[in-house]
DNA sequence: CTGACGATTCACT
DNA sequence: GTGAATCGTCAGC
């Protein structure tokens, strides 16, 4: 690992681009995100982690989605434009949602990152979280990792190829760790579509969420 | 304007 | 396993 001031040039230099973010296969892009790396870069405080949960969200088709049968709101219009945004929303009053939009405009596609590795900012993520000290809860969850990386409603918007917020790759490639997938946690509201295999995990990574196989 | 409801987490039994 | 926290959003009136 390089020193923390050539990793985050290096990331910078790496950023995922919109080409990355621009295509029409959500599924796709949400198994190609495990084992990027997600950063946060507000006020200085640089943060990252990598990806090692995330959920698809399948637009107006997909009944777990907050798109579903065409709902166009406030709250959804930032699926409707341009990819390569961020999309988050309030869950429960208390809980911060972090999307990445995919897709073209019109097509309100979207992928939930649901947890992370930590890489570099540790400090900045015990100081947000108020935890005591780094163990796999920090970034587990998708409550957990927007807390830790300071992502707030107000980032609804940002562009995912800027500065403050973005996406990344690394050398790191999964190996002979497995990429699985499996139903969406908390979607039983969606019929049969909460059956659909949209979550992709890494293998026995202590982060990974939930307790679905 | 009002009421119902979460793409969750954590403490507690 | 159960229940509470907590508030922006949305449908319905």
Not at 134 to 155: F, V
Not at 200 to 206: A, T, V
Request: net charge positive; with cysteine.
């Amino acid at each position: 690992m390089p020193k923390l001031n050539e990793y985050s040039l290096e990331l910078a230099d790496q950023k995922l681009p919109l080409s990355f973010y621009d295509r029409s296969n959500v599924k796709q892009i949400a198994r190609d995100l495990i084992g990027k790396i997600l950063v946060s870069d507000f006020d200085g405080q640089f943060c990252c982690g990598r990806i090692v949960e995330t959920e698809a969200y399948a637009g107006e088709t997909d009944r777990a989605s907050h798109a579903w049968n065409g709902r166009r709101t406030n709250r959804t219009a930032i699926m409707y434009g341009p990819p390569a945004k961020a999309y988050v929303y309030l869950c429960y009053g208390i809980h911060r949602l972090f999307n990445v939009v995919t897709n073209k405009a019109g097509l309100p596609h979207a992928v939930l990152v649901r947890a992370l590795e930590p890489i570099a900012g540790i400090a900045h993520m015990l100081k947000r979280t108020g935890k005591p000290r780094a163990d796999y809860t920090l970034t587990r969850g998708p409550g957990n990792l927007a807390r830790a990386l300071g992502i707030e409603l107000a980032h609804t918007g940002t562009d995912l190829t800027g500065n403050e917020l973005f996406l990344a790759s690394d050398e790191w490639q999964p190996g002979r760790h497995k990429i699985r997938t499996t139903p969406r946690i908390g979607v039983d509201y969606a019929g049969a579509d909460a059956l659909l295999k949209y979550r992709y995990i890494l293998e026995n990574n202590p982060y990974v969420s939930g307790t679905k196989k």
